[in-house]
């Protein structure tokens, strides 16, 4: 009783258990924490690729340069893993692609044999959600129909002059 952990390991929104992979529990600046995954979609989802707003105290937390997967681990969190979880895989997230995956480490070579069972077992990669669409897009496909209206606008306006060059040619004809 006289060392009782604290020990929340659920993300308080998608109420999974942290783990040392993708659902790795990242310590923002107001204390709250969150598992990696969740960040990276809130992150998918927000405008600024910067900071992450906490949604709990709507604090926000910069990322860092190095990228999501670098925030702070809750240490607390991670003493309350199992031992062989507490060493947290190296992830890196790519915000374009809206995908999580796991960086390949030095000895990942070595096991290349023995590697299958792992390999089938944990997945690699992640998708976190697809990239914001640009807003440029949307004008682009605009302007696109544009184009073809115009084009539809010549080529009527070249039927038009060549039957009046007709019909005068014919009308000249029929004068003389
Ligand atoms: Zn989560
Ligand atoms: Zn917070």
Not at 16 to 34: E, Q
Not at 116 to 133: I, M, Y
Request: include cysteine; proline fraction near 5%.
């Amino acid at each position: 009783m006289s060392e009782e952990k604290d020990c929340d390991l659920e993300c308080a929104i998608c109420f999974s258990i942290y783990n040392n992979v993708f659902r790795a529990p990242k310590l923002l600046v107001c204390g709250h924490t969150f598992c990696l995954e969740c960040l990276a979609r809130m992150n998918m989802k927000s405008h600024v690729a910067e900071a992450i707003q906490c949604p709990i105290c709507r604090r926000l937390t910069i990322v860092p340069k190095e990228g999501l997967p670098k925030l702070g681990n809750d240490s607390n969190v991670l003493s309350c893993l199992p031992e062989t979880m507490q060493r947290i895989h190296s992830i890196h997230f790519n915000r374009g692609k809206g995908q999580l995956f796991v960086k390949k480490g030095p000895g990942s070579q070595k096991k290349k044999v023995k590697n299958k069972v792992f390999a089938s077992s944990v997945s690699q990669s992640l998708d976190v959600g697809r990239p914001l669409e640009p807003d440029n897009r949307r004008e682009q496909r605009q302007s696109c129909w544009c184009c073809v209206h115009k084009s539809y606008v010549t080529i009527i306006t070249v039927i038009l002059v060549t039957l009046s060059v007709l019909i005068s040619s014919v009308w000249v004809f029929v004068v003389h």
